[in-house]
């Protein structure tokens, strides 16, 4: 006879608990874009006495010194499209617009709104880092961004036409390390 309150039928519904804060905690940070800057999820435990009394020596393993003798860096989301490093704390980018419509853009802080015909380049030089350049066609149409780094200083961004939701943006930005990120 098997009574309601067996200890298999107690791990069975323990296990399951368990099962189930995991696979929560593992959706919840997939949808969020990954773990957190501490590099380890933090996951709530049962509250079951046996376990509470063994649950503040699992919580203390980091010790200060791990965290003061070297510093994480912090992982950014999502990772950046290009690097460039500066000359002189300025860069140079180098616009190419690889469509047949004309781009309207601006380096906010920078220039005013300026226009980019068709098939055309230009070169934007001595930009101070951080920077950000706004950008759009004139048509509405969507852009494909492509930026890579040519040279020390210099940022090569081209734009083409796509068709693409997933890859339009309207924002590109230069942090003062030089990662360049598309928004």
Not at 16 to 21: E, H, I, N
Not at 45 to 53: G, H, M, Q, V, Y
Not at 65 to 70: C, G, I, Q, R
């Amino acid at each position: 006879m098997i009574h309601a309150n067996s200890p298999r039928r107690t791990n069975v519904r323990l296990l399951s608990l368990l099962t189930g804060v995991a696979l929560t905690g593992l959706t919840a940070i997939a949808q969020a874009g990954g773990p957190p800057p501490g590099g380890k999820p933090a996951m709530s435990e049962p509250n079951d006495k046996a376990e509470d009394a063994q649950a503040p020596k699992a919580q203390s393993t980091s010790t200060p010194t791990d965290e003061t003798s070297a510093p994480a860096e912090v992982p950014q989301f999502p990772f950046p499209s290009a690097r460039v490093a500066a000359v002189d704390g300025a860069v140079t980018l180098k616009l190419i617009n690889k469509t047949n419509a004309v781009i309207n853009y601006q380096v906010v802080a920078g220039t005013q709104q300026r226009d980019l015909a068709g098939q055309s380049e230009v070169e934007l030089q001595g930009l101070p880092m951080p920077m950000t350049l706004t950008y759009q066609r004139e048509d509405s149409g969507l852009l494909r961004v492509v930026p890579r780094s040519t040279e020390p200083g210099v940022l090569e961004v081209q734009f083409e036409a796509t068709t693409d939701f997933d890859v339009d943006t309207k924002a590109l930005e230069i942090n003062e390390n030089g990662s360049v990120f598309l928004n």
